[in-house]
């Protein structure tokens, strides 16, 4: 088992920055890649950006050159950079990692883009 906390979302006004940290405990070793998605209100949840074991990484069109993955291995935490909000950025953004056991998920986290 693996458990996922995701924090440091909230309200952002358009252009400014956040970061989303999520934070993995449990069957730690059994963790191979991880990465972030969002689903906003009425929308499928979609990939945002995901990171390999080696550092690989792979971003969605729509946030590419604004939002930055990156993965401490030590402290077992992935982050989520994100600058150059915009309002169509809101939505809740899940944590998720996938282990040789199957894919886990955090609890979401709300980020709000308006002015």
């Known amino acids: 088992q693996v458990q996922l906390v995701e924090s440091g979302g909230g309200l952002v006004q358009p252009g400014g920055s956040l970061r989303l940290s999520c934070a993995a405990s449990g069957s730690i070793f059994s963790i191979y890649n991880m990465g972030w998605y969002r689903q906003a209100p009425g929308k499928q949840r979609e990939l945002v950006a995901a990171?390999?074991?080696?550092?690989?990484?792979n971003y969605a069109d729509s946030v590419k050159g604004r939002f930055t993955i990156s993965r401490d291995n030590g402290k077992n935490t992935v982050y989520l950079q994100m600058n150059s909000l915009k309002p169509e950025d809101t939505a809740v953004y899940y944590c998720?990692?996938?282990?040789?056991?199957?894919?886990?998920w955090g609890q979401g986290t709300q980020v709000t883009v308006s002015s």
């Open positions: 998720n990692a996938d282990t040789i056991a199957g894919r886990y």
């Open positions: 990171i390999t074991s080696g550092g690989s990484t």
